[in-house]
């Protein structure tokens, strides 16, 4: 018994010695003259020879009660432990291994995607997105919804992927986030943390500054490739230093809105804000970078909106990407399955590698020693003798004035 421990916390021990001694001076002073019930009597000789009752024996017990629990308490608030050493026998070798500083060694078969595609979705917030369309799937009765609610549903189903909407999914593919209407915004940069990504999506919601309002959609694909390009060149340091690295095969954006190239009339002297479509087209071929574009505004359509979709469609196709037109939630479906269909590469990493996980036990902290809290028992204790003395002082000793 000689290994047992006692340990306190010192501000426990501090905090208790202050609250008693702050106890004790206002008992001394504060306290009242004794003036107890008693009797004047001549002779108390007679009294004396009396038997005691039980009552007169027990009396102050309540007032123990009280002294008692105070002491319970504050040893309470000094939080002791008690380190108690476990026995081990000689013949319980499993017991006495337990006891010792162990390891335990497992081979786990674990996925690490160390290659793939790279993919930014590109997606108008402006004030227009707020307008309603005709949502319905197959499976799903029709219901009225925003376009920017259409599109976070079928951008959240690309990424995680969806059987039943022929989607299979970016388990090993890095995909980022990037909303845009006067500027663009990097909200996630290129990640495998594919829930993050679609946490964010979540919250993804037009703008509603006026000050915001904009459709830079050539300065949305300029400052994304400038990203991508950023991200592939620091990709290939790392390959260099011989580090662990994501193998970048190829760099997608696939940009969506429902609109025209409408830079804000407040970037007038901000060429890079104004930069065309066809302009930042260019620089993203240069990157190596394909380009999808999808415009869910139908009104595109119309012969006299006919050269900007002509100006969308070529930027989209001088890249190696393509421009798509969608005109309700069935389109937009079926754009996103085109586009996940096309989007596939043969060189993944996928490898299952074996890691080796181990567990280490320290006998110190875990194997040669319990551990008690008597912070709960020392309260228990301290309650019940305060219940005690209440139920003696309302009861069998109550007091009569």
């Known amino acids: 018994m000689q290994n047992i421990h006692l340990q306190i916390s010192q501000w426990g021990l501090l905090f208790g010695l202050l609250v008693l001694s702050s106890t004790l001076f206002l008992y001394w002073r504060y306290r009242k003259n004794n003036n107890s019930p008693s009797i004047l009597y001549s002779d108390t000789d007679a009294i004396e020879s009396l038997e005691k009752s039980w009552r007169i024996q027990i009396i102050s017990m309540p007032t123990w009660c009280k002294k008692i629990a105070f002491i319970l308490f504050i040893l309470a608030l000094c939080d002791p432990v008690l380190q108690i050493p476990i026995q081990k026998g000689n013949s319980n070798l499993a017991e006495e291994n337990s006891t010792a500083p162990s390891s335990q060694k497992g081979m786990e078969n674990t996925h690490i995607p160390t290659e793939g595609l790279a993919i930014y979705f590109i997606l108008d917030q402006s004030g227009s997105m707020r307008e309603e369309i005709d949502f319905s799937i197959q499976g ?7 376009r ?35 500027i663009p915004k990097i909200i996630t940069p290129l990640t495998l943390d594919h829930e993050e990504v679609k946490r964010q999506l979540h919250t993804f919601a037009p703008v509603s500054n006026p000050i915001e309002e904009g459709t830079a959609i050539g300065y ?26 994501y193998d970048i095969k190829s760099t997608v954006m696939v940009l969506v809105t429902d609109g025209l190239q409408n830079p804000s009339s407040e970037d ?11 302009e930042a ?11 999808y574009i999808i415009n869910i505004q139908p009104a595109i359509d119309f012969p006299n909106l006919r050269a900007e979709r002509d100006s969308q469609k070529q930027s989209a196709e001088l890249t190696g990407g393509k421009f798509f037109l969608a005109s309700d939630t069935q389109s937009l479906h079926r754009i996103y399955r085109v586009i996940d269909g096309l989007e596939r590469t043969k060189h993944y990493g996928t490898n299952k590698y074996q890691v ?28 019940l003798l305060l219940l005690i003395a209440i139920l003696l002082e309302t009861t069998l000793l109550k007091r009569v004035p």
Request: hydrophobic share 40%.
């Open 140 to 146: 799903l009765r029709s219901k009225r919804v925003t």
């Open 148 to 182: 920017i609610d259409a599109l976070k549903f079928f951008t959240s189903q690309f990424i995680s992927g969806n059987k039943e909407l022929g989607l299979k999914g970016r388990q090993d593919d890095l995909v980022g986030l990037v909303a845009f209407a006067r």
């Open 220 to 245: 949305a694909i300029y400052k994304t490739a400038h990203t991508i390009a950023a991200t592939e060149h620091f990709s290939r340091e790392l390959q260099g230093e011989d580090k662990p690295a």
């Open 268 to 278: 007038l002297d901000h060429p890079l804000r104004r930069i065309r479509v066809e």
């Open 281 to 291: 087209a260019e620089f993203a071929k240069e990157k190596g970078i394909k380009l």
């Open 356 to 383: 080796t996980v181990e567990e280490s036990v320290s006998a110190v902290d875990k194997g040669q020693h319990t551990e008690i809290f008597l912070y709960t028992y020392l309260t228990v204790a301290a309650m």
